[in-house]
């Protein structure tokens, strides 16, 4: 629905994941949720329930551990819905590139739309990359959105289950 | 005119939850989501897409939308105390099968929740209703809204109310049932989209629940009620903003051992 659509940069809500971060930028993006920074003003809700949640902030590079988890989270996430990755680690792998227990950064395994440099990156670059983040949910369209890669059980049944199929059978506006 | 204002009692709530909203900003001196920001929420949950679990789970949310709406139509129309207390009682009961309805951990803790919460203050809610109908002679609210005097004569009893106002709009110390990270919502978990909306302006139904009860406490002079919802309002929201959660087990104590033996007090000393 076209009058709907300007309201999703007004409230995009969050959920944050921490895929084997070293807790600098949770900590940085925690400070931008609480007063002195205030990222409630823009209407953004830190939800921690995927279900509801438009914006998937995540930091850290992702480690073996954390991939399934992240990947399913991103799926649970009801379209539209924008990625936004925060930190050097999540972009590029940062200081942990090349290691042999990590991914280099969360775009090897979800499209990713935001961007944020920086270790730790600041609540101030945090803050920009939420508003950007809810111009780019703005010009989403409800398609269905696919992670790159699934793991193990979750990438046999997945095809069969009704999250998947229901890329064919739904018809988007 | 009073069907106009139930008609509209969802978007009363929502002016109530917005305005709260900016006024705990304001205690945390922040600036605050602006005071529309409950209904762009709503207009956004409209706009995305829907994953339902299964069909009973969706469906229980509107019912309990649709039933706890009908309740507050009720406390319009001035209808019989104790019917709407367990109206609203019937409604609690749809979304805490709700929450038994599906397989997920969080959702069966938010439903123990919601079930202890539910034992809390239901006691306290009917002995509120037993105390107004000692002192007008009547369940009607239409006839307890044409006295007044209640407030001196039963201040225990509003105390006791007071303590289990929080407990209604999920705020601390009593916030066990969304418990905002902790468990994850609770049985609000498993909904999102157009669902998810039902149990958002359900909430703000609760708020105009609750505050009606508060607003009963002035009878007659509207303006003591209006009074009285106010500084309950500020009560509440300074409250949550100075306390931390208690435990579930503890917030059934608490409620037991002070606000049911002030209402007992309360109402024995009535009939003595």
């Known amino acids: 629905m076209k009058f709907f659509t300007p309201f999703r ?3 995009p809500w969050v959920l944050h994941y921490n895929a084997g971060s070293c807790n600098g930028c949770d900590i940085e993006i925690l400070a931008a949720l609480s007063p002195k920074y205030d990222l409630e003003r823009f209407g953004v809700i830190n939800t921690g329930n995927p279900k509801q949640s438009d914006i998937f902030l995540v930091t850290g590079p992702v480690t073996y551990r954390s991939r399934e988890r992240l990947v399913e989270l991103y799926s649970q996430i009801p379209e539209p819905k924008v990625v936004v990755a925060v930190g ?12 042999y227990n990590v991914e280099d950064g969360i775009d090897r395994y979800i499209p990713v739309d935001v961007y944020v440099p920086g270790c730790a990156s600041s609540p101030q670059l945090i803050i920009d990359a939420l508003v950007k983040a809810g111009d780019i949910l703005e010009s989403k369209s409800k398609e269905i ?3 790159f890669k699934l793991f193990g059980t979750l990438e046999t049944i997945g095809n069969k289950l009704s999250r998947f199929n229901m890329a ?6 | 005119m009073i069907w106009l204002w139930i008609a509209l009692a969802p978007v009363l709530g929502g002016f109530v939850y917005g305005g709260e909203r900016v006024m705990r900003a304001r205690m945390q001196r922040r600036q605050g989501p602006p005071f529309l920001q409950p209904f762009y929420d709503m207009f956004k949950l409209l706009d995305k897409r829907t994953l339902i679990v299964h069909s009973p789970h969706a469906l229980l949310a509107v019912a309990h939308f649709a ?6 139509g009720a406390i319009f129309l ?3 105390l104790l019917y709407i207390i367990f109206l609203h009682l019937f409604a609690q009961m749809l979304l805490i099968l709700a929450g038994y309805s599906v397989r997920s951990v969080y959702s069966h803790v938010g439903a123990n929740r919601e079930l202890l919460m539910l034992v809390a203050y239901e006691p306290v809610l009917i002995l509120v209703a037993v105390g107004l109908y000692l002192v007008s002679g009547s369940f009607e609210i239409s006839e307890i809204m044409q006295q007044s005097g209640y407030l001196p004569k039963l201040l225990p009893l509003f105390a006791a109310l007071a303590m289990i106002v929080p407990i209604k709009v999920k705020k601390s110390p009593f916030d066990i049932g969304e418990a905002h990270q902790e468990i994850v919502g609770g ?3 498993e909904y999102s989209g157009v669902f998810y909306e039902f149990l958002y302006m359900s909430r703000f139904l609760e708020y105009i629940f609750i505050y009606s009860f508060v607003f009963i406490f002035g009878g007659a002079s509207l303006w003591l009620g209006g009074i009285l919802v106010a500084g309950m309002f500020l009560l509440v929201n300074l409250v949550d903003n100075a306390t931390a959660r208690v435990r579930s087990v503890h917030m059934v104590k608490i409620i037991y051992w002070v606000a049911i033996t002030l209402a007992v007090i309360n109402i024995v000393g009535v009939l003595l």
């Open chain 2, 78 to 80: 001035g209808w019989n």
């Open chain 1, 9 to 11: 940069k007004k409230s």
């Open chain 1, 88 to 99: 050097s680690c999540t972009t590029t792998g940062g200081v942990f590139r090349g290691m």
């Open chain 1, 168 to 173: 064919q059978k739904v018809k988007h506006d």
């Open chain 2, 67 to 72: 039933v706890l709406w009908f309740s507050i």
């Open chain 1, 145 to 147: 959105e696919k992670p």
């Open chain 2, 187 to 189: 049985v609000e978990i």
